[in-house]
């Protein structure tokens, strides 16, 4: 008898970019088995269900997934809040904002969501709940009180997964934020997978080159946020403007970083390429290219590290989170770290090994990051729990 797995993320093009890497591949992966029957959030009519996995705190969760089984006031606040500042601030003559939760919007957990689940399983009573979790909202900055979701999520699966042994760290045994010490996790049954990349998509096969120059230098990230590096990157253009060997180009929203996204256009050297979702036009880029470059702190696990390994290129980043987890493998290594004092260094190194440390990062994915390892390391995982 086929079981009944649902991925809790809206899933509706397993090629395309999505806001997050995972759900699309093991959603593609699971698709592929005989004896699974797999559903997402974009499915409007789902069966009995015998597992449930959740991405983290529900951050994909829009208002447009609202109905009334699962509306709070909370969220109702926290989306419309900019809309109706002036309306609520109005009727702060007439009753008290605090009354209504106003002035803690920004630390609202992701009630909606919450009730979301709670419906979810009420319906399927049995089913086994899988919480697959990244890093902690409060260090990321996207949504300050969706840890406290994570939180009461995780008091009711049955196993939790880790990306990184930096995820597990980070939840088990908190860490210090602006905000204090962040929320901490005791789940009653807990695992690492590694993430894992589609290796029929990303690949050492040859491409339509996109870049004449000899050293093209790549750059992919899906968040403007200052700790992503683009500071580094600038320094380093900086650096090796007078060298037409080298160009540097950029794919996502490097140029909304509040603090130096402006400054990318005063560089002859650097290309920004905009936001690509096509995930089969991403890989063409990385293949095109000779060197990733990826300056990012606090990452769990950067499945864009992953998947130019998967294509033969270096990595020249920092040691951070859960990086080193993913360029180092026993006596092999992937890549460098930037030198803060000098940074060219490590470039100029990594130039010289080119070749050794591209072949490296070959053979580290092919050992512990193809997806076909990921996914059944998750399908032993169910069948453990549905069995």
Same mark, same amino acid.
């Given at each position: 008898?086929?079981?009944?797995?649902?991925?809790?993320?809206?899933?509706?093009?397993?090629?395309?970019?999505?806001?997050?890497?995972?759900?699309?591949?093991?959603?593609?992966?699971?698709?592929?088995?005989?004896? $699974? @029957?797999?559903?997402?959030?974009?499915?409007?009519?789902?069966?009995?269900?015998?597992?449930?996995?959740?991405?983290?705190?529900?951050?994909?969760?829009?208002?447009?997934?609202?109905?009334?089984?699962?509306?709070?006031?909370?969220?109702?606040?926290?989306?419309?809040?900019?809309?109706?500042?002036?309306?609520?601030?109005?009727?702060?003559?007439?009753?008290?904002?605090?009354?209504?939760?106003?002035?803690?919007?920004?630390?609202?957990?992701?009630?909606?969501?919450?009730?979301?689940?709670?419906?979810?399983?009420?319906?399927?009573?049995?089913?086994?709940? $899988?919480?697959?979790?990244?890093?902690?909202?409060?260090?990321?900055?996207?949504?300050?009180?969706?840890?406290?979701?994570?939180?009461?999520?995780?008091? $009711?699966?049955?196993?939790?997964?880790?990306?990184?042994?930096?995820?597990?760290?980070?939840?088990?045994?908190?860490?210090?934020?602006?905000?204090?010490?962040?929320?901490?996790?005791?789940?009653?049954?807990?695992?690492?997978?590694?993430?894992?990349?589609?290796?029929?998509?990303?690949?050492?096969?040859?491409?339509?080159?996109?870049?004449?120059?000899?050293?093209?230098?790549?750059?992919?990230?899906?968040?403007?946020?200052?700790?992503?590096?683009?500071?580094?990157?600038?320094?380093?253009?900086?650096?090796?403007?007078?060298?037409? %060997?080298?160009?540097?180009?950029?794919?996502?929203?490097?140029?909304? %970083?509040?603090?130096?996204?402006?400054?990318?256009?005063?560089?002859? @050297?650097?290309?920004?390429?905009?936001?690509?979702?096509?995930?089969?036009?991403?890989?063409?880029?990385?293949?095109?290219?000779?060197?990733?470059?990826?300056?990012?702190?606090?990452?769990?696990?950067? @499945?864009?590290?992953?998947?130019?390994?998967?294509?033969?290129?270096?990595?020249?980043?920092?040691?951070?989170?859960?990086?080193?987890?993913?360029?180092?493998?026993?006596?092999?290594?992937?890549?460098?770290?930037?030198?803060?004092? @000098?940074?060219?260094?490590?470039?100029?190194?990594?130039?010289?090994?080119?070749?050794?440390?591209?072949?490296?990062?070959?053979?580290?994915?092919?050992?512990?990051?193809?997806?076909?390892?990921?996914?059944?390391?998750?399908? %032993?995982?169910?069948?453990?729990?549905?069995?």
């Amino acid at each position: 008898m086929k079981k009944n797995i649902y991925i809790d993320y809206k899933i509706t093009n397993t090629s395309m970019y999505l806001g997050n890497s995972f759900p699309p591949l093991i959603y593609k992966y699971l698709s592929k088995k005989k004896d $699974i @029957n797999v559903y997402s959030l974009a499915d409007k009519k789902i069966p009995y269900l015998d597992c449930i996995i959740i991405i983290n705190g529900g951050s994909h969760w829009t208002y447009r997934d609202l109905n009334l089984k699962n509306i709070h006031k909370n969220q109702i606040i926290k989306w419309l809040f900019p809309k109706i500042k002036k309306i609520l601030l109005f009727f702060g003559h007439l009753i008290r904002l605090s009354k209504i939760g106003f002035f803690r919007h920004y630390l609202y957990s992701n009630k909606s969501y919450e009730k979301h689940l709670r419906n979810l399983i009420k319906k399927n009573p049995k089913a086994k709940i $899988i919480h697959r979790l990244d890093g902690i909202y409060q260090m990321i900055g996207k949504v300050y009180g969706y840890d406290y979701t994570i939180e009461n999520i995780n008091k $009711i699966s049955d196993l939790t997964i880790y990306q990184s042994y930096y995820s597990m760290e980070s939840w088990e045994r908190g860490v210090k934020t602006i905000f204090g010490k962040s929320v901490t996790l005791s789940p009653n049954n807990s695992r690492i997978i590694a993430n894992g990349v589609d290796l029929s998509l990303f690949n050492k096969s040859k491409s339509n080159d996109k870049f004449t120059v000899k050293w093209p230098i790549l750059n992919v990230s899906a968040s403007p946020a200052p700790k992503k590096g683009l500071y580094r990157i600038l320094e380093l253009a900086e650096c090796l403007k007078n060298n037409e %060997d080298f160009h540097f180009y950029l794919i996502g929203k490097q140029i909304q %970083d509040p603090i130096c996204g402006e400054e990318i256009k005063n560089y002859k @050297n650097i290309t920004y390429l905009g936001e690509i979702s096509d995930r089969n036009e991403l890989s063409n880029y990385y293949k095109s290219s000779k060197i990733f470059i990826f300056p990012s702190e606090e990452d769990c696990s950067p @499945n864009v590290i992953l998947e130019a390994m998967a294509c033969g290129l270096p990595i020249l980043t920092v040691k951070s989170g859960g990086i080193p987890e993913l360029i180092n493998l026993k006596d092999k290594k992937a890549g460098l770290y930037l030198d803060e004092e @000098n940074p060219v260094m490590a470039l100029n190194t990594l130039i010289k090994f080119h070749d050794r440390l591209s072949k490296n990062a070959l053979e580290i994915i092919k050992d512990k990051f193809d997806f076909q390892i990921t996914g059944k390391n998750y399908l %032993d995982e169910i069948y453990k729990l549905t069995n």
